[in-house]
């Protein structure tokens, strides 16, 4: 199954150069549409989504005190449905500090670090996952509005660019796929527009929770090529110019895929 995949993009690879073009903003569409209504009922009903398990271990570490200060997200930020309603649908995020953006993971373990004093979370660890999943759950059915803010501009152009460019063995650029032939199939299985509006998600394949960078990273080796690495700036720059591109399309957080 693998070298029947790998042949098949190769052979598309070869016969799409030239060819991207970005989707017109009336014809986008969420991973969700792409879905069987199996799994689409899955997604839609919280006691059956596997991925409102992560959250109710969000909600856990939310009222957990950590680190050298003692302190609980809930201390500082109170209820969370109320103090982090909308903030998913604005990240990656302009971070002054370093005056760069980023992701939703990345300000948690900031947070960690300045103000409970604690090691920050491993990128994929269960905690990670489960904390940004309960904040993008306050998000659910809010526009996106990443990329707002101007200071971002020149990251949203760079992730534009990675999002573009040719790379890997099989040469092909993520436009290739998800700009090119979101109406297609690969292998069986439909080629979406890698529209981001559910992470982090529950996805089947993997039988766990996973984030976007995780999903990024796996595209990457699937064309053969060398994968950012996890938290790395040009990360970050695909992640914010997929969000932004995005704009306006709803949350589904916490999401389930394929």
Known sequence: MRRAVLAILALLGAALPGLAGEIAESARRSGYEFMSA?????????TANPAMLSVLDGETLWRTKAGAAGKSCSDCHGAVDVSMKGVAARYPAFNAASGAP???????NLCRRQHQEAEPFAPESRELLALTALIARQSRGMPITAGDDPRLAPSVARGRALFMQWQGQLNLACTNCHDDNWDKHLAGSAITQAQPTGYPIYRLEWQGMGSLQRRLRGCMTGVR??????DAPDMIALELYLMSRAHGMAVEAPAVRP
Not at 38 to 46: F, L, Y
Not at 225 to 230: K, V
Request: hydrophobic share 35%; aromatic share 10%.
């Open 225 to 230: 090529a060398q994968a950012y690495d996890f």
């Open 102 to 108: 980023v992701d939703l993971g990345q300000r948690v």
């Open 38 to 46: 199996d799994t689409k009922a899955m997604q839609d009903d919280d």
